[in-house]
């Protein structure tokens, strides 16, 4: 019933990752009428988001979805809120995220001692990165894993109060203005009886 008439090709669908048809505005107030909107309350919503952004640190890609999915059900969190969430790790965010747990990662890797630890040229080029990961995958997964997960157990609070400030507000925004609206048309109707 509510499918695209014509339906989006693989290609298409990774335009709209990147640059949203409907522009980033749009897409930006479209995702935050939806999280308003989520029935539950702004705790689960804002510990669903949270959990959503911590998980997108994690550098195995493609499983972000089923993390969310999995640490909110066991939390008793807002399922969607937690998938909509990891959209914080997209295209643009990536690299900056990835290069925080990595350096995070050897870092500690390094004050540890371990031979596993990332010590990266310091010209580096996607040939050379490709040697490391196809030669030595564990040099950099190891400490992209430790880093990346440390970073989401530190960004959660973080990103639970300010995503709780940032629902319980317009939460309480929409319930105003759905009152104003009930007053208005409660007083039209009087007006027009009399």
């Known amino acids: 019933m509510f499918k695209r008439r014509k ?94 747990a990595i350096s995070l990662g050897s870092f500690l890797f390094g004050i540890m001692g371990l031979p596993a630890a990332a010590s990266l040229p310091d010209e580096i080029t996607i040939s050379i990165l490709w040697e490391i990961a196809r030669h030595e995958p564990m040099r950099i997964f190891m400490p992209w894993l430790l880093g990346g997960y440390l970073i989401a157990l530190v960004s959660w609070p973080f990103s639970y109060f300010f995503f709780y400030n940032l629902v319980k507000g317009a939460k309480a925004a929409r319930r105003k203005a759905r009152l104003r609206k009930v007053r208005q048309v409660a007083k039209e109707m009087t007006g027009q009886k009399e």
């Not at 909107?37 to 998980?55: E, F, M, N, Q, W």
């Open 7 to 100: 339906p989006r090709s693989a290609l298409g669908n990774t335009r709209e990752l990147f640059w949203p048809s409907m522009g980033w505005v749009r897409a930006i107030k479209y995702t935050r009428l939806r999280i308003i909107r989520l029935s539950d309350s702004s705790h689960k919503i804002a510990a669903g988001l949270a959990t959503g952004v911590s998980v997108s640190f994690s550098p195995i890609l493609g499983t972000h979805f089923i993390q969310a999915g999995l640490i909110s059900f066991a939390t008793r969190t807002n399922f969607l809120a937690s998938l909509i969430g990891t959209f914080v790790g997209n295209p643009w965010t990536f690299p900056f995220m990835w290069w925080a």
